[in-house]
């Protein structure tokens, strides 16, 4: 197909007046409504010890609310703290405490003249804004589809004491859905390290997220830092924002019981307890993991035509496009469509002014700096299907377009 | 009375067997239950403007629920943030985001050789906790009955620029129940300070919590900075912790637009917004502010019984044992009881063997040190009435003994 062939395609897409805003991977009004009971009444204010849930106090969480994010992180309850609506709060007070007290044993990072984080890449953007604005320096290193390239991670952590964490989503990463392998989390966990306080900020954000019958698992890296003999050195993070509600769910940590002593002893000082009646009403709701896996499936019948969606389009539209391809991941919320080099800003644009809004180009890496201008986050959670449909078909034109340009 | 009585009088509540806990100013049961609707139903789970609550977004808070706290701090909504469940926690934040990122326009105080607060004491044991554990120095200054000395204050900051903040109770102080009056809002507002990031943390945490008919008003800190030529002066926190529910609240944080646009790129990379649903939850509860005037009374018919019963203890048992005192706040949760130089701790350990545990002594001042050990914290909302008239015959007794030995 020739440009002007591609280009009034594109054209006649923009004449459609799709007005779309696929920036974040946003769970659907539908996807939400399958956890309508927290929006009903809570029986009683009793939690099963018979703290009162309304009053103060409890700022490691509720027992059961542990014991239930034990069981879903397999995990025992005294590894785990329950607290408010954001594992990324979590994951940003691990490293602002880090910095104002340091970690167990250690000096104040904010005392060093450096500190840097591994950042897989492409990754989280939320991750890598996190180090921006807290001064920490990122060293990009690939992602590969079963995990970052190990290799690269021990030969930079054993010669720069300046390392002091890398950024792992385990399983369906953001955004190109790899799931790390048994041998990655056993090399990281047997990393050694300039650092003696290098930490692995492990986001498991999707790890119950299946689409497919492949239920993946990943081995738990607290098990294997502990039997490398490095016990303190993950701080593991999940939430219920992709189970029951994006922005009033609950967020977990967990770690050894060094690292968790510390952060009760910081968090003491921050507040008194986190929202212990959303707890309890999760832990109504959730009950327990075979139910949440069940809750799980329904999520996965709305996602996965979803996935299918945009698959099927990019394959019918970008088939045949040289240096065109996307990821086919089997969890989690997002497609990594990599473009020939320097063409994702324009894809971008173009998909913008067809109406589709995407998530910047270069949000994937550290400082928003995509160094071949290849990547695009697609995140077809939010729309309705018949929207991905079109949007997705939008999406491969403009790509199409901006690769005839 | 001779000490053989007394200690005689004390053995004999000791054989009671009391237990009970009044170290911390908690809402009783009965004040919770005032607020038993937020654990009931929620109609939809769309805001005024659309927002699905359960979704993610809003970091600064619903529309309604900064019109809500707007209105009870006498605020317009624009001035407002509403977050999750604890104000502490706010404040611990913008201390915590001056030390790693700097106050508008000014260096991150990390980066100085030293910081330092003004404390008013007695005060707030988490106000100086957080001070403690960031590394904050803190300089004690005398709480009189209508607010700090200011005299001494302006003193203090106009030749020391380490001296960056103040913390504030303005109403109903925790523990001495002290208000402030408009000179000292006036004087506080209109300070020359040496550091040009100087800031008053005003923690109006007992706004609307009267204990009689006799509601006292408090000057806008806000208004009076604004007007003295000082807009940033001030961040004012709120929370609904003694309004609804301690542990599962809503918190507010007011200030200027520079501050609060501070505030907001801070947080945003914290987190991607707070709990809406509770949010919404509030607001259908709580309406308006005549309705929280009416919940306030109901909280008020429960809580003066109880500081009226401790007066009547402490009159009858200690009303003529020279060297003793106790404010009689007309709101709040406390009670300030001054005992003799020296006395405190032996009382509160006496009162520990008799069953009551208080609030340890010196909490009240930084460091946990007040010089000349004479200050205790009473906190009787929590227990019931029964047991409260108990309790504080019990102290009473405990501290004439001490007195006595």
Chains 1, 2 share one sequence.
């Not at 967990?254 to 212990?276: E, Y």
């Not at 969606?309 to 086919?328: C, P, Q």
Request: some cysteine; charged content about 20%; aromatic content about 8%.
């Amino acid at each position: 197909m020739g440009h002007e062939q591609i280009k009034q395609e594109y054209e006649q897409f923009k004449q459609r007046g799709l007005r779309l805003d696929m920036s974040r991977g946003k769970p659907s009004p539908e996807q939400l409504a399958l956890s309508a009971p927290l929006l009903g009444g809570l029986d009683d204010f009793r939690a099963a010890d018979g703290t009162d849930v309304r009053n103060y106090g409890g700022v490691v969480g509720l027992p059961e609310a542990r014991a239930l994010f034990g069981e879903l992180l397999e995990l025992s309850p005294e590894q785990v703290v329950v607290d408010g609506n954001a594992s990324l709060a979590l994951m940003h007070d691990t490293i602002a405490l880090a910095l104002l007290h340091g970690l167990p044993g250690h000096a104040p990072w904010r005392s060093l003249a450096e500190v840097t984080f591994l950042c897989p890449v492409p990754g989280y953007d939320r991750h890598f804004a996190i180090c921006q604005a807290l001064g920490i320096r990122m060293i990009p290193v690939p992602l590969r589809e079963n995990g970052p390239d190990v290799g690269e991670i021990a030969r930079l952590v054993a010669n720069d004491a300046s390392i002091k964490g890398i950024w792992c989503v385990p399983k369906y990463a953001n955004p190109t859905g790899a799931v790390y392998g048994a041998d990655v989390v056993e090399a990281l966990a047997s990393l050694r390290t300039a650092a003696t306080d290098f930490r692995i900020f492990w986001d498991d954000a999707y790890r119950l997220h299946h689409l497919t019958d492949r239920k993946h698992s990943v081995p738990s890296i607290l098990d294997a830092c502990a039997r490398a003999g490095h016990p303190d050195r993950a701080f593991v993070y999940a939430s219920t924002s992709k189970i029951t509600f994006a922005g009033a769910g609950i967020a977990a940590l967990a770690s050894s019981p060094q690292n968790l002593a510390w952060w009760q002893k910081h968090v003491s000082v921050r507040t008194i307890g986190p929202d212990k009646v959303n707890q309890l009403r999760h832990v109504r709701f959730l009950k327990d993991r075979a139910n949440v896996e069940q809750l799980m499936d329904e999520h996965r019948k709305l996602l996965a035509p979803k996935f299918a969606a945009v698959f099927t389009a990019f394959e019918r539209t970008l088939g045949d496009v040289a240096g065109v391809s996307w990821t086919r991941p089997e969890g989690g919320y997002f497609v990594d469509l990599v473009t020939p080099p320097g063409r994702a800003r324009r894809t971008v644009q173009l998909a913008r002014e067809a109406g589709i809004v995407l998530t910047p180009a270069g949000a994937s890496f550290p400082y928003g700096e995509d160094p071949d201008d290849e990547h695009l986050r697609i995140a077809p959670s939010f729309p309705s299907l018949a929207e991905i449909t079109q949007a997705a078909h939008g999406i491969a034109l403009a790509l199409k377009l901006a690769v005839s340009e």
